[in-house]
């Protein structure tokens, strides 16, 4: 009997909400489970109230709590720390180093196999 596996959960964190629903139907078209919020406010409030997601993509250029201050926040919470993140930006200068980044706009591909590689 083969085991069923449930579809990764990825968490997008994209101002642009045209550029976020586009990610969000490609990655459910591939068959990842996706949330989209729009900033860093609502990805903290959605980290504290849910599951871990198993990759969190980050845009650096949002309005409130920006990219920078989400991977923080990423990075000294225990229960996240582990998790996965990309930055996915039209400013790939700004992003911290130690993160892989995908600069928009997006070529699918080397974003599919980083989700691929860390959503085993």
Not at 19 to 32: A, N
Not at 90 to 98: M, Q, R, T, W
């Amino acid at each position: 009997m083969t085991a069923v596996t449930e579809p990764a959960r990825i968490l997008v964190v994209e101002d642009d909400r045209e550029v976020g629903t586009t990610l969000c139907d490609v990655l459910r078209d591939r068959g990842y489970e996706v949330e989209l919020v729009a900033n860093g406010v609502e990805a903290i409030e959605h980290l504290e109230s849910s599951e871990p997601p198993q990759a969190v993509l980050v845009d650096l250029l949002m309005p409130g709590i920006v990219g920078q201050e989400l991977l923080e926040y990423l990075r000294t919470d225990d229960r996240l720390a582990s998790i996965p993140v990309a930055i996915v930006s039209g400013s790939p200068h700004l992003a911290p180093d130690g993160y892989p980044v995908f600069r928009k706009p997006l070529q699918l591909r080397p974003l599919l196999e980083f989700l691929r590689q860390e959503c085993k």
